[in-house]
């Protein structure tokens, strides 16, 4: 099941958010350097509103009401002191949990369902957008409902709403089932140029913050093995410490994540204010397909091919001197 974000958030929006929370004194100076903002920072900014947004529901914690990025963030959070406190208040009474979760849900549901859309006919979809636009919602992996189609059937069965069943088109289904089937958790890719973020480097003496560098191989599919562009020195990083970098539009992008995971394509186009891109498909079984509306982060620059087979080369002969010292 995919989710929709509540609606496009605009540069301006995005710049009176961060504006509010400096103190007075600096908001001017802000709001004169705002112009000249590069892709970089409107992309960081573009992380920043869709960390208070809504994420994926199965790393989202509705005991503790805590949204994770990722798998490894919410395992984390699974093994924390808070967490257990509450599992254990959950494992005293579960039954009367999940019953209350689910009754906040049926209201908030059929509320926007009178307000929003009565007497029409309207997707089960459209209306369960709405409510998760809202961060705060109870979100349904904690009701007693596994899906939107069983939590419809019960409206239907309960005379809450009349429900009919009208199946999708065939592309469409084919295309969710692929970005179903292709969204992981991890993005890493050897042959794409990723930007180092990790401050723990920075603050170490390491002059490879906001640095790029080519991905050589994946460590356990979360750690990235980079050599740096600039200095040619390897370091490990994980990849909540890199970001995916946009070439100049017509340069070669990789899909890492969605639908087309593993596509490389040329960049049409971009959407600052959307955050996304334009794409068309090289080769293999999708080429000459125009992608629309890609996110940044879903895509990320390919090294050109001379730079690739240099790297590599200097990289292999490293290997070798030392296979040979030892």
Request: glycine share 8%.
């Amino acid at each position: 099941m995919s989710y929709t974000c509540p609606s496009s958030i605009r540069v301006g929006d995005l710049l009176k958010i961060e504006e509010e929370r400096l103190p007075f004194s600096r908001r001017t100076t802000r709001r004169r350097s705002a112009g000249a903002m590069g892709k970089s920072d409107l992309k960081t900014m573009a992380n920043r509103m869709k960390a208070r947004g809504l994420q994926k529901l199965r790393w989202y914690c509705q005991m503790c009401e805590k949204q994770c990025r990722d798998e490894n963030g919410f395992k984390c959070h699974c093994s924390s002191e808070s967490h257990q406190r509450q599992m254990a208040v959950f494992g005293q009474a579960p039954g009367r949990a999940v019953e209350r979760f689910s009754g906040e849900f049926l209201e908030a549901f059929l509320a926007l369902l009178r307000h929003g859309h009565r007497g029409s006919r309207v997707a089960a979809t459209v209306v369960y957008s709405e409510l998760v636009a809202d961060r705060r919602h109870v979100h349904m992996n904690s009701t007693r409902w596994a899906t939107l189609t069983e939590f419809v059937e019960f409206l239907g069965r309960q005379g809450l709403a009349k429900a009919e069943h009208t199946p999708k088109p065939q592309g469409l289904e084919e295309e969710e089932a692929k970005e179903r089937s292709n969204r992981k958790d991890h993005w890493l890719s050897p042959g794409i140029v990723a930007k180092v973020m990790s401050k723990p480097l920075a603050e170490k003496g390491h002059h490879y913050y906001k640095h790029k560098g080519l991905v050589r191989r994946i460590i356990d599919r979360y750690v990235g093995e980079i050599e740096m562009l600039e200095s040619k020195h390897v370091v490990r990083v994980d990849q909540a410490e890199l970001e995916t970098v946009i070439p100049q539009i017509g340069g070669l992008v990789r899909v890492v994540n969605g639908a087309y995971r593993g596509s490389n394509a040329r960049l049409l186009s971009v959407d600052t204010e959307r955050f996304s891109a334009r794409l068309r498909v090289e080769k293999g079984l999708y080429e000459g397909r125009v992608l629309e509306d890609v996110e940044y982060e879903d895509i990320c620059k390919v090294a050109s091919h001379n730079v690739y087979v240099v790297l590599h080369t200097c990289f292999r002969q490293c290997s070798l001197q030392r296979v040979q010292y030892k």
